[in-house]
Each structure stands twice: as C-alpha cells, then as structure tokens.
C-alpha cells in the first residue's frame, strides 16, 4: 500500500449495538475495495477484525481492531469496535483518533442500548456521523420503521440519502437521493449495476430528495437564499452543503445496506471518501477543546489509543500520527513517562496481520511493537515537544469476583499475565484483598470479568476459578469495659506468667485501633509493654464475633503484675489476647458492612422502580438528577446487596441502565443479620481449616 497524505485518508469506527453487523459490514468493504481476497463472515470465523479466539468463539467483537482500503485514491482506516456494553469503554478509545463515527443500526431492531451510548460519546467529542440502516434483507426490516426510531432518539437532522430497492428478501439495491439513480446488486462480487428508479418509488423518491434538499439548506444560510431563491439547489450546492452540514454535525445522513448479501457497500465506501472530513479538516482533540488537524511538517507526535497483550509479539502499540512522520527505527520521548523510546518496525494492521511500513505520515493509523513504557493514552514526541491531547477516560470498575489458580504456585504467573492483560484493558483492575487475602478481578460486568479469565487461560495458560468475593466486614465494640487477664503455667523450671488490666473503649468510625500505655508505679515492666501491644494487634485481627478484624476503639493497659522470673514477652502477649476476650465479651461487640457511594443511570422510564429496588437492597436515597430523556439516582448501599445488582438492572431495563459505585463508609450491620453472616463465617472457616488439614 503506497504512503497516504493527510488529505487522502478517512479514518472511521463503526460503532453500535452488538448485533447490528459492524464486523461483517468491515468486512464486505474490504472486500469490495479489494483489500483482501476473500468474503469473511462471522459465522464462520473467517473475518478479518474478529480473529481473537474468545471473539470467534462467541461470535462477538470483544476489542476494537484496525484495517483499512484503498478507495478511490483514498485511504480508509477502519476501527471494528464492541457493541456489547461490558466492553464499551475500548470502543469510546477509538472515537478519540477517529474523524468520523460510522453508526450501524440494525434494520430490524433500530435503536438500541448501545447504539444511544456511542452516540453520545460521538456527541461530546463533537464527531460527525454517518448512519448505515444494516441488515436490511432480513424479515421485518423496515426503513420508515428505524427512521422513526432514529429521529425519535437523535432528532430531525437524521435524513436519508439512500432508499432501499426492495424489502426484506427481495431487497437488492439502494436509490441515490443525491444523485437519483438507482443501483442493484446481485451475488457476493456485490458488483453495482446502474437501475431505473422503479415507477412504484419515483413519487417517494422524489419526496425525499426534497426533503434532503430541504435540509442541507437549513443547515447552511448560503444555500438558504438560494433555495428560496430558485426553489431548490443544484447537484454540486446539494454534494457540497451536505458535506458541510455532516461536518458541522447538522445532518446525519443515512444509507442502507446489507452487509451478509454485499448490497450496498461500494456508495457506502463514495459516502466515506466524499463526506468524511480528512484528518486535516478535522483532528483530534485536545485539552482545551479544540482540535489539532493533522500536518505533514511539524515535529513528529503520535498518540497511543490502544494497547494489545500479543503472548508472541509482546506489546503492541496502536497509534495515530498527530503531526510529522513518524519514521522505523526512530527515538521518540514519551511525554507523559519522561522516557525516550526507540520505535523498530512501524507496521499497518489489517486485524493481526501486519505489514511492515518505512514510515507513518500525520493523520494516518499504525502500530508498533515491543515499545518499554508506553502505554494507552501517552504521547510520544521530539524530546522536548509535546501534545496536550485529551486523556482517555476508562470507567472505573462496578463488579468484583475472587479468583484462585487452579494449580497450587500459579499466583505469580497470574499476576504476571493479569498485567499484561491490564495494559490492553485498563478497564480492569486486579489486586489483593489486604483483609480477605483473596486475589480479586473487577471488571464492567460478569461477561467482561469472564472474558478475561478465558483470555487467561488462551494467551497464558493459566487457569483459574471465579467465586464471588468475600464481604470485607470488620467488628467493632459499642460499650467501654475495664478487663483482665492472666496467663500462669508451671511447666518445671521457668514458668510462665503475665498479667494485664486493659480498658477498652470505643472509637468515631475510621479510627482504626488505639493502644495507650498508661502503667505507673512499675506495676508492669517497660519491656514488656509491646508485647501486650502485639498480642492485642494479633487478637483484634482475629476478631471475636465472626473471624473479621476488629475496629474503631481504644486498649489502655493501666495495670498488672510480673513475676521476677517467670514472665516474659510470650506470657504478656497471652496475658493481652486473654484481655482481650475477657472485654469484648462483655463491650457489646457488633458487625460493621461496607457501604458503597452508587450512582445509577438509566432512562427516566425506569427511575420509580429502580429506586424501589435500591430501597429494598437497604440502600438511603441520596438525590436524583435528570439528564435529557435520562436520570442519575445516587444511593448508598451496603456492598452485600449490591453483588448481584448488575443481572437485575440489565433485566429491569433491558440493557439501557449503567451504574457506577465505589467505597464509601462503614456502618452497623442490623441486628437481625448477624446471625446469618457469624454462621457464614464459622462454615467458611472451618472448610478452610479442613482444606488446610
């Protein structure tokens, strides 16, 4: 493939609904412009961006890949992004390097969940769009039906410039609106041939056509006094204002297509070369909001948008050229680490294949292999220059699940492997429970989190099992007692002996533990005095109650006796642990439950029953706010009831609603729940006690 200039390349992510064909849409335009040989198809495997085992597998797009075409004397780089909305996050990362969102809405369905997310994300990053009504040969598959759906979800500035030639299974062609022809399809060549617009749809077309004219007037004020003026617009005032009107996100045109059957695919690949803005006109953005067009004569930076874990080829970096060129076997400094980094092969990806290229020019999409430090979301660039381009913004995980290996020795190889796999989603997080001592995964939701677990076990070998995590409760005390204890053993010889009074009081919430030495008079000796110390810090950890470490209060030792000699550390320390259990039986120890700061968004359909839902989890309504046709409810609720919340919103509202909770506070648990956690806790421990054994 020869070198592209800014001028002459279109970048676009098709994005959507999973389901809608964004994976076999790539592949048919890729087909069609010639870049590969064969007709993949998902079913199959056989596709180009879906080449992931896990992907093939389950006949999903689960990470975004890149390839690309040549079309009239063009260059067109494809992003094939997730339309499942536990991985959502990777598709937003592709909006951020591309100058144009291709939005494909299934024919049957409409607009779905995902299809209004990326539309917003397209919204905030100010992207046109282009709409491409797919799967129009299936049964049921309506135009008036989805435009319908469309302009009720994104408003009147969704206008066709295609109509389909025939329904459902006889649907073989499309009507140019702009240029009012009409072109069929037949086979999977998908080779157009020129048709008259039939009679049955010259009054339709013509309908919309003005329609369409209608539109790109309103979008422009010069072409308003000439549409006023004459009644209408020439060809070449329609092709230039509504490429104006698309850039400037005042029209979103649509056209038809099925991607299964190859109609429509070569005015799909005229729509992208002649509406899509170049990565010159357009940009990415930056921190301040505005854009950086690409250009060929600065100082060569790149921003890195993607990371791949490749268990062969290690690291592999994607990038967009910012502005230079970027050059094989270069040094550049990642700005955001402070660390030179030396580029080897610069290649093109058409999905994992690679070609090996001289150079990258700005505006154009590469990648990069084994780079030391650089990872998503850094800018490389001449020491010295940088580009203040917009972070990328990952969500923060909503669900966490325990993992353990299946074989004994394997926590190494899974903290290796998991890092690796963080690097590609930083989406995910893994950590160990400093409580719990459980190693914990946590994702955007149970599909996401396993998803990663077979990525771990295809790419590393390492095989693990899921559970859902431990509850880190803790114990707390809610009465002040004075307490003693002794320890006395005569063994022959030395014995042992210590004796300690402790006071022991309760603290505000977050206070941890207090230990006060208050001995006078020699009562106990100094050196001894850690050792109480210790013995209380083991015994509180192992708590009293149900196993969980105890909290928020204070231990004053204020007295005891010694024996010249006969005490020791040893004895002090079980002296402590003797007080211990001596005060806290009679302090009124209770459970403590982490409560979590929730925010859940939903349509505002759904908000009645979503708080009653959240009421019956014990969570307190904290407030609600409306976002357009949308409300954001915050609550606190406590974690336990929020384990299986992501199953229930995703059936409540059918995949529309999102949440997001992070830590909050502690509080008491109920009264009437503690039985059942203290039972829970004793069962846990003695099968782990068995399993030890």
Excluded at 402 to 412: F, V, W
Excluded at 497 to 502: A, H, I, R, S
Excluded at 548 to 553: E, G, K
């Amino acid at each position: 493939m020869k070198v592209y200039d800014a001028q002459s390349i279109r970048n676009v992510a098709l994005v959507g609904h999973s389901g809608a064909g964004k994976t076999q849409l790539v592949s048919a335009l890729l087909f069609d412009a010639g870049a590969v040989n064969r007709f993949g198809r998902v079913d199959d495997g056989t596709t180009v961006t879906d080449y992931d085992e896990e992907e093939i597998a389950r006949k999903h797009t689960l990470s975004c890949s890149l390839a690309c075409a040549e079309w009239n004397r063009h260059k067109i780089n494809f992003i094939d992004t997730p339309g499942m909305g536990n991985f959502l996050s990777d598709s937003r990362a592709a909006l951020r390097v591309v100058d144009a969102a291709v939005v494909v809405v299934d024919g049957v369905a409409g607009v779905e969940v995902s299809t209004e997310k990326m539309w917003t994300a397209a919204d905030e990053l100010e992207l046109p769009r282009l709409i491409v009504l797919n799967r129009l040969d299936r049964e049921r598959a309506s135009l008036e039906r989805s435009l319908e759906s469309l302009r009720t979800a994104f408003g009147r500035a969704v206008i066709p410039i295609q109509l389909p030639l025939g329904e459902e299974r006889d649907f073989k062609g499309i009507v140019d609106l702009v240029a009012m022809k009409g072109w069929t399809f037949s086979g999977e060549a998908g080779k157009p041939a020129e048709a008259e617009v039939p009679a049955s749809l010259q009054e339709q077309a013509r309908t919309a056509r003005e329609a369409l004219i209608e539109m790109v007037a309103e979008a422009d004020d010069s072409l308003m006094e000439k549409f006023f003026d004459a009644g209408t617009l020439t060809h070449e005032e329609l092709v230039s204002g509504l490429s104006r009107g698309i850039m400037a996100g005042r029209i979103f045109p649509l056209l038809c297509a099925s991607a299964t059957i190859n109609v429509g695919m070569q005015p799909l690949l005229d729509a992208i070369v002649s509406y899509v803005p170049s990565p010159a006109s357009h940009g990415v953005m930056m921190n301040d909001g505005s854009r950086l067009p690409a250009s060929d004569g600065a100082h060569p930076t790149a921003f890195v948008w993607k990371t791949v874990a490749d268990p062969f080829a290690g690291r592999i970096t994607m990038f967009r050229v910012l502005t230079g060129t970027l050059k094989a076997d270069s040094t550049l400094q990642n700005a955001m680490r402070e660390a030179p980094e030396r580029l080897g092969h610069l290649v093109l990806l058409q999905g994992k294949t690679q070609t090996n290229v001289p150079e990258v020019k700005a505006g154009d999409i590469g990648a990069v292999a084994k780079l030391k430090e650089t990872l998503t979301g850094d800018v490389l660039a001449d020491k010295g220059t940088s580009a203040g381009v917009a972070p990328i913004k990952f969500p923060e995980p909503v669900i966490s699940y325990a993992i353990e290996p299946k074989s004994r020795g394997d926590e190494e190889k899974i903290s290796t492997s998991m890092h690796r796999l963080q690097e590609e989603d930083p989406s995910i997080a893994y950590r160990r429970d400093p409580q719990t001592k459980e190693l914990l995964i946590a994702g955007q939701g149970q599909l996401h989190i396993e998803v990663t677990v077979a990525k771990l076990k295809r790419r590393f070998g390492v095989e693990v099992l899921l559970k859902p995590p431990r509850i880190p409760y803790r114990e707390t005390i809610t009465a002040a007692v004075e307490a003693h204890g002794r320890h006395k053993k005569q063994t022959g010889g030395h014995g042992q002996f210590g004796d300690c009074k402790v006071k022991f009081e309760p603290l505000p919430r977050g206070s941890e533990f207090q230990f006060v030495d208050d001995i006078f008079g020699g009562s106990i000796p100094r050196q001894f005095v850690p050792a109480i110390e210790k013995g209380l810090q083991e015994a509180r950890l192992r708590g009293f109650l149900a196993g969980y470490p105890m909290v928020d209060f204070r231990a004053t030792v204020f007295d005891g006796s010694y024996h010249a000699v006969d005490s020791s550390e040893m004895s002090f320390k079980m002296a402590a642990s003797l007080a211990f259990k001596d005060g806290m039986s009679r302090a009124r120890p209770t459970l403590l439950e982490p409560v979590m700061d929730v925010e859940v968004y939903a349509p505002s359909d759904f908000a009645g029953d979503l708080m009653g839902d959240l009421n019956s989890r014990r969570g307190r309504i904290g407030g609600m706010d409306t976002r357009g046709a949308s409300t954001v409810i915050r609550a606190k609720v406590p974690m336990q009831e929020m384990l299986t919340y992501e199953q229930h919103l995703t059936s409540a509202t059918g995949g529309r609603g999102s949440y997001h909770m992070e830590f909050s506070h502690y509080e008491e648990v109920p009264q009437h729940l503690h039985g059942k956690i203290i039972a829970a806790s004793k069962a846990e421990r003695g099968h782990e006690a068995v399993e030890e054994a």
